[in-house]
């Protein structure tokens, strides 16, 4: 049996078909891949500083005074830094009483004061939690820490 040779635009008609039906399916399924990176792109975590700084009398055996002073800021999205902002009370509470715990030795190396960040990070959350039933910040951060 004998077949006559397909023709040359046959096979172009047959390739463009297949290219526009491939371009039509990107130009469908593009939009959406956009739109989950758009949100997912959107970065608007902000920071916030607790003002005043924190000043805790730190716990000694020494006849003199110690002192511990810590500038913090949290790391959030809007409804987050709003948050903290509205729980700055508890907030502040937590934070005092983990950094009057303290002693000299207990922060004297970067170590030891990382540790610190992680669990003031940590109390906060909890509280944060507590009271909007969320995890709310992302970071926590010692900007200054001074022992007098």
């Known amino acids: 049996m004998h077949t006559?040779?397909?023709?040359?635009?046959?096979?172009?008609?047959?390739?463009?078909?297949?290219?526009?039906?491939?371009?039509?399916?990107?130009?469908?399924?593009?939009?959406?891949?956009?739109?989950?990176?758009?949100?997912?792109?959107?970065?608007?975590?902000?920071?916030?500083?607790?003002?005043?700084?924190?000043?805790?009398?730190?716990?000694?055996?020494?006849?003199?005074?110690?002192?511990?002073?810590?500038?913090?800021?949290?790391?959030?999205?809007?409804?987050a830094i709003e948050s903290v902002q509205t729980h700055n009370a508890p907030l502040r509470d937590v934070i005092i009483t983990a950094l009057s715990a303290q002693t000299r030795e207990s922060v004297n190396t970067p170590k030891k004061k990382k540790a610190l960040q992680e669990k003031v990070r940590e109390e906060v959350e909890t509280v944060l939690k507590e009271l909007t039933g969320k995890k709310q910040i992302e970071g926590l951060y010692f900007t200054n820490f001074v022992i007098q």
């Open 4 to 79: 006559a040779p397909l023709h040359p635009f046959s096979a172009l008609k047959y390739n463009l078909k297949i290219l526009l039906l491939i371009v039509f399916s990107f130009t469908l399924i593009t939009p959406l891949y956009a739109e989950d990176e758009e949100e997912e792109g959107v970065d608007d975590t902000k920071y916030f500083e607790l003002s005043p700084p924190f000043v805790v009398n730190l716990q000694t055996n020494e006849r003199r005074m110690r002192f511990l002073q810590v500038r913090l800021q949290v790391l959030g999205n809007p409804s």
